[in-house]
């Protein structure tokens, strides 16, 4: 982290936790610090004027203060929150993955400006449409290739791409098994 106590953010909320009757724990993928744990005090408050910018895949500029415990997230304005994402769930629901992917395959506190890029690339083509599929298979192998996961040589898609990255985690990822009855039509929209 920053050596100061307050400092300012570029990133994007990858997911969120609700603790206690107002607060929200929030994971967010950081341009200057990487990936980073903050808590957002009063957020759930009806009269919060923070929690419109604090969604998921909303890249966001903030300020940050260094706790204890945790950073907490005091100003915050959004940088894009791609409305035509939000819009159609098969989007959403790729967004979640490219966040899930994130989540998972980075550490805490390790910059990585070429991922942050990346991701915000593949959110900018999947909020304007195009092939949403191919993007994200784009991003995949690339995010492995990035991280050293995967040789540059090497292709894997569907099934075997999944299991390559599980085994990477050594966990179950959420949402492809959603996003798979999605496509295919098991789940009415």
């Known amino acids: 982290m920053s050596s100061s106590r307050v400092y ?3 990133g994007i909320i990858l997911k969120r ?8 724990i929030l994971t967010i993928f950081t341009k200057q610090y990487g990936k980073l744990r903050v808590i957002a005090k009063g957020i759930r408050k009806v009269s919060s004027r923070r929690a419109p910018h604090l969604e998921v895949f909303t890249h966001i500029s903030a300020v940050v203060h260094s706790g204890k415990t945790f950073e907490s997230i005091s100003e915050v304005e959004s940088l894009d929150t791609y409305q035509q994402l939000r819009k159609d769930l098969k989007r959403v629901s790729l967004g979640y993955y490219l966040c899930e992917l994130i989540d998972s395959l980075l550490p805490i506190s390790q910059e990585h400006r070429d991922v942050f890029t990346l991701l ?15 993007q994200t298979k784009i991003f995949t192998l690339e995010l492995l290739w990035m ?3 995967l040789p540059r040589n090497k292709h894997l898609s569907g ?11 050594e966990r179950s990822l959420k949402t492809p098994p959603f996003a798979r009855r999605l496509i295919s039509g098991t789940i009415s929209v």
């Open 8 to 10: 300012k953010v570029d």
């Open 147 to 149: 991280l050293g996961f």
């Open 120 to 134: 915000l690339q593949t959110l900018q083509k999947i909020n304007d449409g195009g092939n949403i599929y191919k």
């Open 159 to 169: 099934q075997k791409l999944q299991t390559f990255i599980e085994s990477i985690t």
């Open 17 to 24: 936790k609700n603790v206690g009757e107002a607060d929200r």
